[in-house]
């Protein structure tokens, strides 16, 4: 199973962009994103739920951040608007199958991870 993430870059403050996550030899239920600025721990962004269509997002992004997923596919995509500088970090998507509500926020509750994508937001 690998988890292929691409879509990160450079882009000034207000801009956006568009992170993609693609999955190969296997389906998940739950597949998200989490991100990680230099010296910090890694935190939850935003995960979709397939079997309910639901997706959850930390206070941070939400209103400016959107997830979703292509099933055909396996790829789940994070669409990222209006970004600040305080958004600039290694973004990594995951994925599992076991997961509950409590955990679905817990980077350690995810047994697979795609190598990461650098954002960068200048101001």
């Known amino acids: 199973v690998q988890l292929q993430a691409s879509g990160g870059g450079l882009v000034q403050a207000g801009g956006s962009l568009r992170l993609s996550c693609s999955s190969s030899?296997?389906?998940?239920?739950?597949m998200g994103w989490f991100r990680q600025a230099p010296g910090k721990e890694r935190e939850f962004v935003a995960v979709?739920?397939?079997?309910?269509?639901?997706?959850y997002y930390s206070d941070s992004v939400k209103g400016r951040f959107t997830i979703s997923r292509d099933n055909a596919k396996n790829t789940v995509y994070l669409q990222m608007n209006s970004l600040k500088p305080e958004d600039t970090a290694v973004y990594y998507c995951?994925?599992?199958?076991?997961?509950?509500?409590?955990?679905?926020?817990?980077?350690?509750?995810?047994?697979?991870w795609g190598q990461g994508t650098l954002v960068t937001v200048s101001s």
């Open positions: 030899g296997r389906t998940f239920y739950y």
């Open positions: 995951a994925a599992d199958n076991n997961l509950i509500m409590t955990s679905m926020r817990s980077a350690s509750a995810y047994d697979y």
């Open positions: 979709f739920r397939k079997n309910n269509l639901s997706s």
